[in-house]
């Protein structure tokens, strides 16, 4: 079965500054898809950014943006000029094409002003 | 933009009781899905449903049972609530095959 690991319990970024979020993932698939997700306080998990493992191209969303390493089996999440509204549990996830799902165990993200 | 709801945000229930979890999506998704979120473990997989009528056990379906009738609706039932069910629970929904999970609020259950 796949697995997912988040290493960082917990990370803490200045507010302007970038940070890494680490995920590595275990499958045999070739084809797949990746995802990081946030969930602030007692707010609404949301979807960041999605990579399908196909793409070699890393995916790119405004400040947010992955490294996709397939060979490594390794999807981290960089966050650029972090903002205080970027703090939140943050999620890696894994999608096999039969539709099996994987969460890591999530990273809490802690934005200093 | 997809929403989906879930019937109760904080909800306290006693041991034994039965207690229903209701989530409903609106954007005509074929597979839903319900979770527990558990600080250090995660999301892990309760239940999954394909279609209308149609469900699949996950991960950790002991103890809980759910119920497909209506396309948009999927309900998680735990027969009779225990302490260790205390939880987050979070619905999601998605279309087939590879597309992203859209979720719920999430209900916080606490079962004493």
């Known amino acids: 079965a796949q697995t997912v690991t988040q290493s960082q319990p917990e990370m803490s970024v200045q507010e302007a500054e970038t940070v890494t979020l680490s995920c590595t993932y275990d499958?045999?698939?070739?084809?797949?898809?990746l995802f990081w997700y946030k969930q602030p306080p007692s707010r609404q998990m949301i979807l960041v950014i999605r990579q399908e493992a196909y793409k070699q191209q890393n995916a790119t969303e405004n400040r947010f943006s992955v490294n996709f390493q397939k060979a490594a089996k390794s999807f981290s999440l960089k966050i650029s000029d972090s903002q205080l509204g970027d703090a939140a549990m943050y999620f890696c996830a894994y999608r096999s094409p039969n539709n099996d799902m994987r969460f890591g165990a999530g990273t809490r993200l802690t934005v200093k002003p | 933009d997809v929403k989906v709801t879930q019937s109760s945000r904080y909800l306290v229930k006693r041991t034994g009781e039965k207690v229903f979890l209701e989530c409903v999506q609106d954007m005509d998704h074929e597979n839903m899905f319900w979770y527990r979120q558990d600080p250090g473990l995660g999301l892990r997989l309760i239940y999954f449903s394909y279609d209308v009528k149609m469900k699949e056990k996950g991960d950790i379906p002991e103890g809980y049972s759910v119920s497909r009738e209506k396309k948009e609706r999927f309900s998680l039932i735990l027969e009779s609530a225990s302490t260790n069910q205390t939880s987050m629970y979070l619905c999601a929904s998605s279309f087939p095959r590879g597309r992203e999970q859209y979720f719920g609020p999430g209900t916080r259950l606490t079962v004493t």
């Open positions: 499958t045999s698939e070739s084809d797949y898809y």
